[in-house]
């Protein structure tokens, strides 16, 4: 390093150095924690590696064989249809049910916490309630209701056509709570003289909704839904637990088939090739999405 | 004196008498509230080993294997018992391949019990030729039925040669779709579902794998396991006797079970466990039956064989602590030392208010003084064990085991077979013959001829 170069860093060093002892534990944390297994990770793409023994390099073998295995196509495409699902469905109810509520005069505190009484119940009862309870095709509440209304019966989780759109049924209900309840506080943060405004303007609800909130809301928006694509895209607990992956691998997703890779055929290689995979390519379009909607430089983000 | 003094240290090297003694990792059961009298008999057994074998000092690891579980973990960590019991029959394959077990054939050649054995006792843990590990446990999937729903129906108690018609009109019969009873619950999801669609497979004469000059080719597109195929096919769409959640996995089908949803169920031998002590289901009112016979000259009563070994781990390199393995392994294997382990899984299940209700199938030759001496054992303890099956029934079952497939069995269970079964499940039009043929194509394609590559 240059001297006065180092200089600089000796004298920033000095000047934060309370802050910068601060960070160190945490650093330390994420470091063990987090980057380190990231690098293994990626390193375990080219090498082959059974527990106990060596690892061996192998160059492109491991991504050859994920690239080659027939489900992979099959995982990705049901991968996706999650995601389309998911956005479709989880995205738009939080922010339907939040503008709801902030319309709500009376009760609002209540239904706040009605809304994130779902988001409390641990995974398992969460998964054992629409198992037993809601899915059954006979004797399930989804189908009793349905048939209050005339619709036949469905098979939901049983039904391949159907599965997918059934969990993300499920994951929306468990999880839209906490969006809503942080939508309904980005809610409070817009003027309402924007609002008095537009209606001083002759604008309506929908008018209002589409040129005050939705502006209002958009940096939120923005930075919650490229948040629920990485996280959609990882989905792996309800394929897990409530399907296996079926029916007929209908529901096999990315990130159950590295799973299936790592602890059922016990290849760490092709486990690391994949996952390895599916994280450059949602860190390469996450630098895409903040890029082309300036979400970085978006205030309040 | 000084050349007297090395000499006689020397001597006392040369005896082993300065040697570091070996240390040898052992498995112990996971400590919890249910496995007290367990741990603390496996403690006096290491107590005992270790007085038996001075020089080998034991250290206990909490451990019981899992084939998703932390094994690998600790096998990484090398933190895996040397020795290890309990492991399932189908994992031979990938522990070999893996070089995470060991050949015992030198070991069990010395061994003056190894003609205690039934003669398939040996086969799930035999690859290339080479034994891997010594028996533990076996099972041979049988079927168990609601002896009160047999009898609100008016079915008949299943005969020790009852075929296919009779399980169909016995399911048809216990059938109650509105009183929420299904006259059969078969596993429906996961590794399991193929698991059993296989037992029809044998039942109809047919095979899932066949093994040729050392390589293993798909067999289950013969028209034998296509016939099973069709009868799960039937049991759905024809008869209508299986629940219509039918997506149940191992735990689920004893949940149904118990709950009395269901008339008839598969079982090796530890689902009953669930039915009896979280269902509180009277062990009287559950019958034991053999599978039924496929139909055709080629049809026979036939349920999978498997169980669970001892084998040594891989990872230990030192001669010295493979042999100490060894000693532990056939240390009081089948006498009276080993009825104090079933006494102290009787105590257990006793202290929680519970019954040992696994079914107990010894992999040793009938006849065998230590299976009269367990089954006495069981008998006397009928507040906290159930011993099952008259002397008919055992004495029949044994011909009834059929070994499960020699390589990839896990894979051709949860990859293969099962998506065949949850086809059949969802689609009525499904076509038993192609889905059979292929999926056999894509077995053998997949992973059968990559292995078979690596064969010489």
């Known amino acids: 390093m240059t001297g006065a170069r180092g200089r600089r860093w000796t004298g920033a060093i000095a000047k934060y150095r309370t802050g910068l002892l601060f960070l160190v534990p945490a650093v330390l944390v994420f470091a063990v924690f987090l980057w380190y297994p990231i690098v293994e990770n990626l390193l375990l793409t080219f090498q082959s590696y059974v527990p106990g023994f060596d690892k061996e390099w192998v160059g492109l073998a491991n991504l050859d064989a994920v690239l080659h295995d027939p489900h992979l196509v099959r995982a990705i495409v049901n991968t996706l249809q999650f995601v389309g699902l998911a956005l479709l469905i989880g995205f738009a109810v939080p922010v339907v049910v939040a503008i709801a509520l902030s319309e709500v005069r009376r009760g609002r505190s209540f239904f706040r916490v009605a809304v994130y009484v779902p988001n409390m119940l641990p995974g398992i009862c969460l998964y054992i309630l629409w198992q037993k309870l809601i899915f059954p095709p006979d004797a399930g509440l989804l189908n009793q209701a349905l048939g209050l209304l005339g619709i036949p019966h469905q098979l939901w989780i049983l039904s391949p056509r159907q599965v997918m759109a059934s969990l993300v049924l499920m994951s929306t209900w468990a999880n839209f709570g906490a969006t809503t309840v942080m939508y309904m506080a980005g809610l409070a943060n817009v003027n309402p003289e924007l609002y008095e405004a537009a209606e001083m303007e002759g604008a309506g609800f929908l008018q209002r909704i589409r040129h005050v909130t939705l502006p209002g809301l958009s940096s939120m928006l923005l930075l919650l839904l490229i948040l629920q694509l990485i996280s959609t895209f990882q989905v792996l607990q309800e394929p897990f637990v409530m399907t296996s992956g079926g029916p007929n691998n209908s529901s096999l997703t990315v990130m159950l088939l590295v799973y299936n890779y790592a602890f059922v055929d016990v290849d760490y290689g092709k486990a690391g090739a994949l996952s390895a995979m599916l994280f450059v390519f949602l860190l390469v379009f996450s630098c895409f999405y903040v890029r082309q909607t300036g979400l970085s430089r978006a205030r309040g983000a | ?456």
């Open chain 2, 1 to 456: 004196m000084k050349r007297t003094l090395l000499a006689f240290l020397a001597i006392l090297a040369a005896m082993g008498a300065f040697a570091a003694p070996v240390v040898l990792k052992v498995e112990i059961p996971r400590d919890t509230p249910e496995n007290k009298s367990r741990i603390q008999a496996e403690l006096e057994k290491i107590a005992r080993f270790e007085a038996a074998n001075p020089g080998i000092t034991c250290q206990a690891v909490n451990f019981a294997y899992d084939n998703t579980g932390d094994f690998p973990v600790l096998q990484a960590s090398r933190q895996a018992p040397d020795v290890l019991t309990d492991v399932w029959a189908t994992e031979a394959q990938m522990l070999v391949a893996r070089k995470w077990i060991v050949p015992l054939d030198d070991y069990i050649a010395t061994w003056d019990k190894k003609d205690w054995y039934n003669a398939d006792a040996y086969l799930p843990y035999t690859v290339g030729g080479k034994r891997y590990g010594v028996p533990d446990q076996n099972y041979i999937k049988h079927v168990i039925y609601n002896k009160a729903l047999f009898a609100a129906a008016g079915v008949p108690t299943p005969s020790l040669t009852w075929t296919w018609d009779d399980f169909v009109k016995a399911a048809v019969k216990t059938t109650n779709k509105a009183g929420g009873a299904a006259g059969f619950a078969p596993m429906g999801k996961g590794a399991e579902s193929g698991w059993g669609l296989t037992d029809f497979i044998y039942q109809a004469g047919g095979e899932v794998e066949r093994m040729e000059g050392g390589r293993a080719y798909a067999a289950f597109d013969s028209p034998e396991a296509i016939a099973a195929a069709q009868l799960f096919k039937d049991l759905k769409w024809k008869y209508d006797v299986i629940p219509a959640s039918w997506a149940n996995g191992w735990g689920d089908v004893y949940n149904v079970f118990g709950a009395g949803q269901a008339a008839i169920v598969l079982d090796a031998d530890w689902g009953r466990n669930i039915v009896v002590n979280q269902f509180k289901m009277d062990p009287k009112n559950i019958g034991l039956a053999l599978m039924p016979k496929g139909p055709g000259a080629r049809g026979r009563q036939a349920g999978v064989l498997g169980g669970s070994f001892d084998v040594i781990n891989g990872l230990v390199r030192s001669n010295a602590v493979r042999d100490a393995a060894w000693k532990y392994i056939i240390f009081e294997k089948w006498d009276d030392g080993n009825l104090k382990l079933v006494q102290s899984q009787i105590d257990d299940a006793r202290a929680n208010k519970q019954f040992r209700a696994q079914f107990q199938y010894s992999p040793l030759l009938p006849g065998s003084p230590y299976v009269a001496k367990e089954r006495a054992l069981l008998v006397s303890n009928p507040d906290a064990a159930v011993a099952w099956g008259d002397p008919v029934f055992l004495a029949a079952l044994p011909r009834t085991g059929h070994t499960e497939p020699p390589v990839a069995a896990q894979d051709v269970y949860g990859k293969y077979l099962a998506n065949v079964v949850q086809t059949l499940f969802t689609d009525a039009s499904a076509d038993p013959a192609k889905l059979m043929k292929d999926t056999a194509r894509a077995f053998q394609a997949e992973v059968l001829d990559p292995l078979n590559a690596k064969v010489n």
